[in-house]
């Protein structure tokens, strides 16, 4: 049984960083890709950030590059998503998701439960 468990949320100033953390279980973490997305009350889910399987290929959608780090330990099972820089539009509930391959960014399998961020003085 696939389970994510975000941790990490919570609020900020502007400005102001954040680490969230996602623990994933019931699957072997080196064979998937893994992504975060986002959804704000006003706006529908958006897609954040990917990592491949590697480790190594990453992406980001334009609205958090040069701001947000993806990162995995794969030996720990855990997926990272370092938030520096951080907007009042950035407030939002972030999740975590386990993808269906090793190098896809489109393909959703499962989903964590997501945990919330605000972002705000």
């Known amino acids: 049984q696939v389970q994510l468990v975000e941790s990490g949320g919570g609020l900020a100033q502007p400005g102001g960083s954040l680490r969230r953390a996602c623990a994933a279980a019931g699957f072997t973490l080196s064979n998937y890709a893994m992504s975060w997305a986002r959804q704000a009350p006003e706006r529908g889910l958006e897609w954040v950030s990917a990592?491949?399987?590697?480790?190594?290929?990453?992406y980001y959608a334009e609205t958090v590059k040069g701001r947000f780090t993806i990162s995995r330990d794969n030996a720990k099972n855990m997926v990272y998503l370092e938030m520096n820089s951080l907007k009042p539009e950035d407030s939002a509930r972030y999740y975590c998701?386990?993808?269906?391959?090793?190098?896809?960014?489109?393909?959703?399998?499962?989903w964590g439960q997501g945990t919330q961020v605000t972002v705000s003085s």
């Open positions: 990592i491949y399987a590697d480790g190594i290929v990453t």
């Open positions: 998701a386990k993808m269906g391959s090793p190098d896809t960014r489109y393909e959703y399998d499962a």
